[in-house]
């Protein structure tokens, strides 16, 4: 996605007044105008402090229309804020509303405005303000939203096959858009899965990202319900070859083969879905693809006994440097061959052996994940781990193969549960004047 800086703003633009009488003061005026210590002021003294060193990437904006979603192979931001949303409604027109108006009004929060014009202080005293304010004086931080569209959308499902076909999409149904299957090991907890709807705020500041969302579900009363969801920190995946491999909450550096942007070809191959893979009902899904997502819980406390060696051994990597065992650097290729004369340097059940493409048949995806914590059980245990965010161009024969094979034999397994899960169609970018969902409600 292409990135671009907010224009600098004279203090005219700051007095400029909106139809209801107020001033408009979006995101990026109060950060133009503010400059240095008012910045600081304006957005609470520390926060603003931190992130006026790192003025260059947090006043980015990230182009909301194109080819594709922004927020797939966009740049990875430090932040997430992911929700799922049933619709509440059996208004298809109410619901074709909703989507319109949030088009509008995402596009404007990832330029680093308001909702609407004036939206915070604008509207008069004497109305609820139709932003909710806390991002005023924040840069865009780089915010992308994605949205998609769940199985349970369609109507019938294969959990629920008498569900009704409240929009009259189910025609429009692409076959790949079905529920993941049970794996081995799951503990899937109904509060946390599945949704008709999902967006996805990434953002490098907390607040943008929690502010996009908090405003996209304050709109959708009497339309939509959130159904769950879950914020992140930390992205344990890199979607460009400029950025670091980060670490995951194992402390190993996790994602080092994961797809990356400058790989077009490849992403063709894996990620966007082709004209010839539905039919024409189903085309909309054209340069689309679909998100998994899997919230993951690791037993922390149990890793953190493990001595460094039996981690290494788990994983296949060395913890510090993040090479294959046998290799020397982190994007050395793994030689599953090597042994130490007893057994394989990289074991049998080693997570690098078992997710790597050459023992998949090919497959690959592309991650998106986050690292998460919720806080500590009533056994004092902490709530941690990874929300697995994956898009690729056929769910059920990338992402179910893959994770068929690890939750039958990944030494890892022992150190996780999986508590959340859910598939969600992405429908490909929006051109000028296009709203989300759009390509779906009129074909």
């Given at each position: 996605?292409?990135?671009?800086?907010?224009?600098?703003?004279?203090?005219?633009?700051?007095?400029s007044r909106s139809a209801g009488g107020g001033r408009q003061y979006s995101r990026r005026?109060?950060?133009?105008?503010?400059?240095?210590?008012?910045?600081?002021?304006?957005?609470?003294?520390?926060?603003?402090?931190?992130?006026?060193?790192?003025?260059?990437?947090?006043?980015?904006?990230?182009?909301?229309?194109?080819?594709?979603?922004?927020?797939?192979?966009?740049?990875?931001?430090?932040?997430l804020h992911f929700a799922s949303f049933d619709v509440i409604t059996e208004d298809r027109?109410?619901?074709?509303?909703?989507?319109?108006?949030?088009?509008?009004?995402?596009?404007?929060?990832?330029?680093?405005?308001?909702?609407?014009?004036?939206?915070?202080?604008?509207?008069?005293?004497?109305?609820?303000?139709?932003?909710?304010?806390?991002?005023?004086?924040?840069?865009?931080?780089?915010?992308?939203?994605?949205?998609?569209?769940?199985?349970?959308?369609?109507?019938?499902?294969?959990?629920?096959?008498?569900?009704?076909?409240?929009?009259?999409?189910?025609?429009?149904?692409?076959?790949?858009?079905?529920?993941?299957?049970?794996?081995?090991?799951?503990?899937?907890?109904?509060?946390?899965?599945?949704?008709?709807?999902?967006?996805?705020?990434?953002?490098?500041?907390?607040?943008?990202?929690?502010?996009?969302?908090?405003?996209?579900?304050?709109?959708?009363?009497?339309?939509?319900?959130?159904?769950?969801?879950?914020?992140?920190?930390?992205?344990?995946?890199?979607?460009?070859?400029?950025?670091?491999?980060?670490?995951?909450?194992?402390?190993?550096?996790?994602?080092?083969?994961?797809?990356?942007?400058?790989?077009?070809?490849?992403?063709?191959?894996?990620?966007?879905?082709?004209?010839?893979?539905?039919?024409?009902?189903?085309?909309?899904?054209?340069?689309?693809?679909?998100?998994?997502?899997?919230?993951?819980?690791?037993?922390?406390?149990?890793?953190?006994?493990?001595?460094?060696?039996?981690?290494?051994?788990?994983?296949?990597?060395?913890?510090?440097?993040?090479?294959?065992?046998?290799?020397?650097?982190?994007?050395?290729?793994?030689?599953?061959?090597?042994?130490?004369?007893?057994?394989?340097?990289?074991?049998?059940?080693?997570?690098?052996?078992?997710?790597?493409?050459?023992n998949l048949d090919g497959i690959r995806i592309l991650r998106r994940g986050y690292n998460?914590?919720?806080?500590?059980?009533?056994?004092?245990?902490?709530?941690?781990?990874?929300?697995?965010?994956?898009?690729?161009?056929?769910?059920?024969?990338?992402?179910?193969?893959?994770?068929?094979?690890?939750?039958?034999?990944?030494?890892?397994?022992?150190?996780?549960?999986?508590?959340?899960?859910?598939?969600?169609?992405?429908?490909?970018?929006?051109?000028?004047?296009?709203?989300?969902?759009?390509?779906?409600?009129?074909?």
């Amino acid at each position: 996605m292409r990135i671009m800086r907010p224009p600098r703003l004279s203090a005219e633009d700051v007095g400029s007044r909106s139809a209801g009488g107020g001033r408009q003061y979006s995101r990026r005026t109060l950060l133009g105008v503010a400059g240095g210590s008012a910045a600081v002021a304006a957005t609470g003294g520390v926060s603003a402090a931190l992130y006026a060193q790192h003025e260059g990437s947090a006043s980015e904006i990230v182009e909301f229309r194109g080819e594709h979603q922004a927020g797939i192979v966009t740049a990875a931001q430090d932040r997430l804020h992911f929700a799922s949303f049933d619709v509440i409604t059996e208004d298809r027109s109410a619901l074709t509303r909703l989507l319109q108006q949030w088009t509008a009004a995402a596009e404007r929060m990832t330029r680093g405005e308001e909702t609407i014009s004036g939206g915070a202080v604008g509207l008069g005293d004497y109305r609820p303000p139709a932003d909710t304010g806390e991002a005023l004086g924040l840069a865009p931080a780089s915010l992308t939203l994605t949205i998609g569209f769940g199985p349970s959308l369609f109507g019938p499902t294969t959990a629920d096959p008498d569900r009704p076909d409240r929009f009259e999409l189910a025609r429009h149904r692409p076959a790949a858009l079905t529920e993941l299957p049970a794996f081995a090991r799951d503990a899937l907890e109904p509060a946390r899965g599945d949704g008709d709807l999902c967006i996805q705020a990434c953002a490098d500041d907390p607040q943008v990202a929690v502010h996009a969302i908090r405003n996209l579900a304050r709109m959708g009363f009497g339309v939509v319900s959130v159904r769950w969801s879950q914020l992140g920190f930390g992205r344990t995946s890199s979607t460009t070859t400029t950025q670091q491999t980060p670490r995951n909450m194992f402390g190993f550096k996790d994602g080092t083969a994961n797809l990356k942007a400058e790989d077009t070809a490849v992403l063709d191959q894996w990620v966007w879905v082709n004209p010839q893979d539905n039919p024409p009902a189903a085309r909309w899904m054209t340069g689309g693809t679909y998100l998994v997502a899997r919230r993951i819980r690791m037993h922390i406390e149990r890793w953190d006994r493990a001595s460094l060696s039996e981690q290494e051994l788990v994983v296949g990597r060395s913890k510090g440097e993040g090479a294959p065992l046998g290799q020397s650097a982190e994007f050395d290729s793994p030689d599953f061959a090597l042994s130490d004369g007893s057994a394989p340097l990289i074991a049998r059940t080693a997570h690098i052996r078992l997710a790597h493409p050459d023992n998949l048949d090919g497959i690959r995806i592309l991650r998106r994940g986050y690292n998460f914590t919720d806080g500590s059980d009533g056994f004092g245990h902490l709530d941690a781990g990874l929300f697995f965010v994956a898009f690729c161009r056929e769910p059920h024969r990338q992402f179910v193969p893959m994770q068929r094979t690890l939750a039958d034999r990944d030494a890892m397994g022992e150190y996780l549960v999986h508590t959340g899960s859910a598939v969600f169609a992405c429908p490909p970018g929006l051109s000028d004047g296009d709203w989300w969902g759009q390509r779906l409600f009129e074909s």
